[in-house]
């Protein structure tokens, strides 16, 4: 009965395809993800990983294959229906409103989320905008321009708008990328804190994932490669073959 | 004072100055200002899908026109009085924008500017064709007894200059705070975030094809409502304003007054209209005069007038 709990993956796809004319950037490739848990998506570059994210969540419509979330199939949803459905996204190249303030950011993405729950008062919108910015440390900040701030601060936004979503499952697509050795550090504590929520992360740094990740999934030429616990990882002689290079 | 009181203060004074305007203004500007404030409101609803949700479309005399030829073939054939056709124009305007937007809106950029101008073209040259009904050019001219608004206990005739005025300024204070409480909402924030960002949107939640649409139908509607209360005010309909021209003047208009901002319509009409009417009465070249005007204001303003207010003076301006 105990194993009946754990059948549903929160996240699961079967044969999920892209191609670009001749080239197999995602090649049937059935995953599936457990609530709760932080996964990294880890591979060279051209793996697959940004699109098979992007196939996961929307962005771009998937050659073959179908996407469930908790069992429903959400293959037909266009993107902005998976985001409400609990898919949130945050981009690999920092995407925010750099005219609007910090808050204000935030804001729009707690606010289409309040709106869906019909409690959109001025007060709660306001006060879940600002949990958001406190979770990532950016509080201070808030009145700012967000077009002002240092980049490692506008990579916090970003993630502070997929937090205010409340999400089922989060995605962050390169999160680290450009960040300083200090950012990192309280990027991992960030992502520890979080919790409740399901994470899947494509990360370079073996630091990160190492640190955050429950389990790595490696991709390599749109399949998958090898999945598993971090130390079965490391131990994998086809991950290191691939991936981190046959020196080590 | 917190921002929204000033915004609203602020707005209140416009209005109280234009209800002043009415009894210290000659006759010849009473007229001219009259004219100004009901195309000030056709700017509005322009600078609504242009200025706010960044839809440059270049068809907006169609929602114009639909209003005005709503509200004037109304009149003319059916003998329908004022306030059912007012409503006819609106209808019009709004089942025109929700076909063209639900067309249009698959295409963006350059191409979504094409796509409204060909729209706009063939319901101009649609005017044209049924000339029987709508004497193309040279237009309907709309008998005074079917003009009359009935209210409770009052008929206003908006051939009474005075009457005329007051009815045009009636219909922008409306609009002006329906727009000020539009831009303010929350439906206003996303449309200018799916200016600034639309793909961020989309990953956000936010159907962004129904944003705009809805933005598109609002304007459309607040485009319709001035060319049905031209019609009505000033009792003429004729194809010329469903020409390209219309759907420059608004765009010119709200770029002058500035883009996104709520009062910027106003300016920017009010001042296109002296500016010919001034240089006029000194050239017979006042098109060129009003021509490097217009240019020396776009390098020096390029946010318009309202929008260098805003980011010099006024932060606060919505």
Redesign the interface.
């Known amino acids: 009965m105990a194993a009946m709990a754990t059948v549903m993956p929160l996240l699961a796809t079967q044969g999920l395809s892209r191609f670009f004319g001749g080239l197999k950037a995602v090649d049937h490739v059935d995953f599936s993800l457990s609530k709760g848990e932080v996964r990294a998506l880890i591979g060279p570059n051209g793996a697959g990983k940004t699109t098979l994210v992007s196939l996961i ?1 929307g ?1 771009i419509p998937a050659s073959s294959g179908r996407v469930f979330l908790e069992g429903r199939d959400i293959s037909r949803l266009p ?3 998976r ?2 459905a609990g898919i ?2 945050t ?1 690999q190249i920092t ?6 303030s910090v808050l ?1 950011n935030v ?3 707690a ?3 309040l ?2 729950e019909q409690s ?1 008062s001025h007060r709660s919108l306001e006060q879940n905008s600002r949990e958001a910015l406190e979770q990532v440390g950016l509080a201070p900040y808030a009145q700012m321009r967000a077009g002002n701030l240092s980049y490692g601060h506008q990579r916090l936004v970003e993630i502070a ?1 997929g937090l205010a ?1 409340k999400p089922r499952l989060l995605i962050l697509d390169e999160p680290t990328q450009g960040l300083s050795d200090g950012e990192i550090e309280s990027f991992i504590a960030l992502i520890g804190k979080i919790g409740a929520a399901t994470v899947l992360l494509i990360e370079h740094n073996m630091d990160v994932v190492m640190a955050l990740a429950h389990r790595i999934t490696v991709m390599d030429q749109g399949h998958i490669l090898a999945e598993g616990t971090p130390d079965e990882i490391r131990a994998n002689g086809d991950v290191q073959r691939a991936y981190l290079g046959s020196s080590s | 004072m917190t921002s929204t009181a000033k915004a609203v203060s602020l707005h209140l004074c416009i209005i109280v100055v234009l209800f002043a305007l009415n009894f210290l203004l000659p006759e010849y500007h009473r007229g001219i200002l009259s004219r100004v404030m009901v195309l000030s409101v056709f700017a509005m609803g322009y600078n609504l899908a242009f200025g706010y949700a960044g839809l440059l479309s270049l068809g907006h005399a169609m929602f114009f026109a639909a209003g005005l030829y709503g509200a004037g073939l109304t009149i003319y054939h059916l003998g329908w009085s004022a306030w059912p056709a007012l409503a006819a124009g609106l209808g019009a305007g709004a089942i025109l924008a929700l076909v063209a937007g639900f067309l249009a809106l698959r295409t963006r950029g350059v191409a979504f500017m094409i796509v409204t101008l060909m729209f706009a073209q063939a319901f101009y040259l649609a005017t044209l064709y049924f000339t029987t009904y709508t004497r193309g050019e040279e237009g309907l001219v709309l008998p005074q007894s079917a003009r009359n608004l009935s209210f409770p206990g009052a008929n206003l005739d908006p051939t009474v200059p005075a009457t005329r005025y007051m009815l045009a300024l009636a219909l922008l204070t409306v609009i002006l705070f329906l727009l000020l409480f539009l831009v303010r909402s ?1 439906f206003g ?2 449309l200018v ?1 799916v200016r ?2 639309e ?10 094809f129904a944003n705009k649409l809805a933005a598109l139908v609002v304007s459309g509607v607040i485009c319709a409502a001035a060319g049905a209360a031209y019609a009505i005010l000033f009792g003429y309909a004729g194809a010329g304003f469903a020409s390209i021209q219309y759907s420059i003047l608004p765009l010119l208009w709200v770029l002058l007054g500035g883009a996104a901002t709520t009062l910027g319509p106003i300016v920017g009409t009010l001042f296109m209209f002296y500016a010919v009417d001034v240089t006029s009465s000194y050239t017979n070249a006042y098109m060129l005069v009003v021509g490097i005007a217009l240019i020396l204001l776009v390098l020096y303003f390029p946010k318009g007038i309202a929008g260098a207010v805003r980011a010099r003076w006024l932060p606060w301006l919505p």
């Not at chain 1, 995407?95 to 609007?100: G, P, V």
């Not at chain 2, 793909?199 to 962004?208: I, K, P, Q, S, T």
């Open positions: 969540c962005r993107a902005h229906k985001v409400r949130a996204y981009f995407s925010i409103f750099a005219n609007l204000d804001a729009l993405a606010q289409r989320r709106s869906d959109s708008m979503l | 929350s924030r996303a975030a600034e960002n793909e961020r949107m989309r990953m956000l939640g936010y159907d962004v």
